[in-house]
């Protein structure tokens, strides 16, 4: 499935790049070819400095567009043997069009003009010939984006071996075992193949609990030991068990008390009321985890093999029938009487207390199970500074084992991204968001969040900037951001951990968990607040 996705993204970005590259060759959106006539006046002190004047009318012959108001800069003339160039720097003053022409050459943001005729104080000029952009921008987004995930992989080296030294002391401590009978009503529904005693069900309790509590430095280690110790269950090594499958379903729902990063942007964007999206997205994060889990227990059942679809299928229909009736029902009985737990439950709650509970746990949270795990270690007489050095040997590692598939996975999403791919997409499913009440605005927000974790960011603050973060929109992607997760991210990491290949239903799984994180926000947000 993943190599499918994988050749998707790359695909459709490359086709909408070339798609858009020859679009412009053929309509000569930059006016290749074509005289610019404006006038000049020499530079007092210098012999080659010149003061250029485009006027509006000028400029309108040319590309077809007026100007506010007259375009001056200042040129360099240099004199060739066989013609003469005219060189300056492009500044956001330019129209947009110039600015992509110099943008075109490199980050230099010049543009170096071929002069056709100099007479009196009048000056003739062809800008340099443009073309390629897209596919350019294409080429550098790829390298970028490898760079990015090394960047990615490198700064997780630390954070892998602290934690993961601190879970080998909880794990020589017992604490681990500890945890996981606590949790066995819940692990042995949601995990059923997995030994109740396992050091896997510790460290999947430890990833949820940290990714609840919004601790993700803390998510993210646990997440990975948890893979690694459900693939030593896997009896086919390279292949996706149902139990890493749901793991990872869990993950890319990211259920949270506190989405600290939304609430962040919020405030520093001016809102009157940052905290007005824990609601939303409590409820949004909750329907994308349980219609997730549903679909993943759902979907195990399938061959996910193309050749025996048709025979399962056909063995199978009168359960899958059934069974997706009655998960249809499940999952709308537990959303409603969610949606009516957070619709009765906010009214009477104090918004700025909770707020300040859960930032006071999330900051003691970390030190607290650093110093309850060494302490325990030292209490069962455990080595805990060999441990510790023994854990994070294995946490640094995985870091570098992960580099590959994050390269592959980002460097996908930013061709995907860069080539206009997107701006496909928005096209395509808006007959479908205009049909479910999604404002065309925030359908980018709510594409971009399972590919690429600051690209969703970036949009959303962009979003937030222009409608302002208390408006219907801001507050909608404010929660559509903390609802979801970035599934490709997230399977990246944690499956490139241990090597998966396979990857089953996790993907189909995960993104069907987003598709319902992000309509049960919309249909929380329209109700509170549209």
Same mark, same amino acid.
């Given at each position: 499935?993943?190599?499918?996705?994988?050749?998707?993204?790359?695909?459709?970005?490359? &086709?909408?790049?070339?798609?858009?590259?020859?679009?412009?060759?053929?309509?000569?959106?930059?006016?290749?070819?074509?005289?610019?006539?404006?006038?000049?006046?020499?530079?007092?002190?210098?012999?080659?400095? &010149?003061?250029?004047?485009?006027?509006?009318?000028?400029?309108?012959?040319?590309?077809?567009?007026?100007?506010?108001?007259?375009?001056?800069?200042?040129?360099?003339?240099?004199?060739?043997?066989?013609?003469?160039?005219?060189?300056?720097?492009?500044?956001?003053?330019?129209?947009?069009?110039?600015?992509?022409?110099?943008?075109?050459?490199?980050?230099?943001?010049?543009?170096?003009?071929?002069?056709?005729?100099?007479?009196?104080?009048?000056?003739?000029?062809?800008?340099?010939?443009?073309?390629?952009?897209?596919?350019?921008?294409?080429?550098?987004?790829?390298?970028?984006?490898?760079?990015?995930?090394?960047?990615?992989?490198?700064?997780?080296?630390?954070?892998?071996?602290?934690?993961?030294?601190?879970?080998?002391?909880?794990?020589?401590?017992?604490?681990?075992?500890?945890?996981?009978?606590?949790?066995?009503?819940?692990?042995?529904?949601?995990?059923?193949?997995?030994?109740?005693?396992?050091?896997?069900?510790?460290?999947?309790?430890?990833?949820?609990?940290?990714?609840?509590?919004?601790?993700?430095?803390?998510?993210?280690?646990?997440?990975?030991?948890?893979?690694?110790?459900?693939?030593?269950?896997?009896?086919?090594?390279?292949?996706?068990?149902?139990?890493?499958?749901?793991?990872?379903?869990?993950?890319?729902?990211?259920?949270?008390?506190?989405?600290?990063?939304?609430?962040?942007?919020?405030?520093?964007?001016?809102?009157?009321?940052?905290?007005?999206?824990?609601?939303?997205?409590?409820?949004?994060?909750?329907?994308?985890?349980?219609?997730?889990?549903?679909?993943?227990?759902?979907?195990?059942?399938?061959?996910?093999?193309?050749?025996?679809?048709?025979?399962?299928?056909?063995?199978?229909?009168?359960?899958?029938?059934?069974?997706? &009736?009655?998960?249809?029902?499940?999952?709308?009985?537990?959303?409603?009487?969610?949606?009516?737990?957070?619709?009765?439950?906010?009214?009477?709650?104090?918004?700025?207390?909770?707020?300040?509970?859960?930032?006071?746990?999330?900051?003691?949270?970390?030190?607290?199970?650093?110093?309850?795990?060494?302490?325990?270690?030292?209490?069962?007489?455990?080595?805990?500074?060999?441990?510790?050095?023994?854990?994070?040997?294995?946490?640094?590692?995985?870091?570098?084992?992960?580099?590959?598939?994050?390269?592959?996975? &980002?460097?996908?999403?930013?061709?995907?991204?860069?080539?206009?791919?997107?701006?496909?997409?928005?096209?395509?499913?808006?007959?479908?968001?205009?049909?479910?009440?999604?404002?065309?605005?925030?359908?980018?927000?709510?594409?971009?969040?399972?590919?690429?974790?600051?690209?969703?960011?970036?949009?959303?603050?962009?979003?937030?900037?222009?409608?302002?973060?208390?408006?219907?929109?801001?507050?909608?992607?404010?929660?559509?951001?903390?609802?979801?997760?970035?599934?490709?991210?997230?399977?990246?990491?944690?499956?490139?951990?241990?090597?998966?290949?396979?990857?089953?239903?996790?993907?189909?799984?995960?993104?069907?968990?987003?598709?319902?994180?992000?309509?049960?926000?919309?249909?929380?947000?329209?109700?509170?607040?549209?």
């Amino acid at each position: 499935m993943l190599n499918y996705i994988w050749l998707t993204l790359i695909a459709l970005g490359l &086709l909408a790049a070339v798609s858009s590259d020859v679009s412009d060759k053929f309509s000569n959106k930059f006016h290749n070819g074509e005289s610019v006539v404006a006038t000049w006046s020499t530079v007092e002190g210098s012999t080659n400095q &010149l003061n250029v004047t485009i006027s509006s009318d000028q400029y309108y012959r040319t590309y077809g567009e007026s100007l506010d108001e007259p375009l001056h800069f200042v040129a360099t003339l240099n004199k060739g043997e066989s013609k003469q160039t005219l060189y300056f720097r492009i500044d956001d003053t330019f129209p947009e069009v110039w600015r992509q022409i110099a943008g075109a050459t490199g980050e230099e943001n010049d543009i170096s003009a071929t002069v056709v005729s100099q007479t009196g104080n009048s000056i003739t000029f062809i800008n340099e010939e443009t073309g390629f952009l897209k596919l350019k921008d294409v080429t550098n987004a790829a390298l970028d984006y490898a760079g990015i995930s090394v960047e990615i992989a490198l700064g997780l080296i630390g954070i892998m071996a602290m934690w993961l030294g601190i879970m080998k002391i909880a794990e020589e401590a017992g604490i681990i075992s500890i945890i996981a009978r606590g949790a066995r009503p819940i692990t042995r529904f949601l995990f059923p193949e997995i030994p109740p005693d396992h050091p896997a069900i510790g460290a999947i309790i430890m990833n949820i609990s940290a990714t609840f509590l919004g601790l993700g430095n803390a998510a993210t280690p646990f997440g990975i030991k948890a893979m690694e110790e459900l693939d030593k269950l896997n009896p086919e090594k390279g292949t996706a068990t149902n139990a890493m499958c749901t793991f990872l379903v869990i993950n890319t729902a990211s259920f949270a008390l506190m989405p600290t990063t939304a609430i962040a942007l919020r405030a520093a964007s001016g809102s009157s009321d940052p905290a007005i999206i824990i609601g939303t997205t409590m409820f949004g994060s909750f329907a994308a985890t349980v219609v997730g889990i549903t679909t993943a227990k759902l979907l195990e059942k399938f061959p996910f093999s193309m050749i025996d679809v048709k025979s399962w299928v056909t063995g199978h229909l009168k359960f899958f029938i059934y069974s997706t &009736l009655a998960a249809a029902l499940v999952i709308l009985g537990v959303s409603t009487g969610a949606f009516g737990f957070v619709a009765g439950f906010l009214p009477n709650i104090n918004v700025d207390t909770l707020k300040t509970v859960i930032e006071v746990i999330s900051v003691v949270a970390i030190p607290a199970l650093i110093l309850l795990f060494v302490t325990l270690g030292m209490l069962k007489r455990v080595k805990i500074y060999e441990t510790f050095v023994e854990g994070a040997k294995e946490g640094f590692e995985i870091a570098v084992t992960i580099i590959p598939y994050l390269v592959a996975i &980002l460097v996908a999403i930013g061709i995907f991204r860069t080539g206009g791919a997107m701006d496909w997409l928005v096209w395509v499913l808006h007959p479908v968001t205009d049909f479910v009440g999604m404002p065309a605005e925030a359908l980018p927000m709510a594409l971009m969040r399972p590919l690429s974790g600051s690209g969703s960011l970036g949009i959303m603050a962009e979003i937030i900037s222009v409608h302002g973060p208390d408006s219907f929109i801001g507050i909608l992607v404010s929660t559509f951001f903390g609802s979801t997760e970035t599934t490709f991210y997230v399977l990246a990491v944690y499956f490139g951990a241990v090597k998966i290949k396979n990857t089953r239903h996790a993907l189909p799984a995960g993104l069907i968990s987003d598709i319902a994180g992000i309509l049960a926000g919309l249909f929380i947000v329209r109700l509170l607040f549209g």
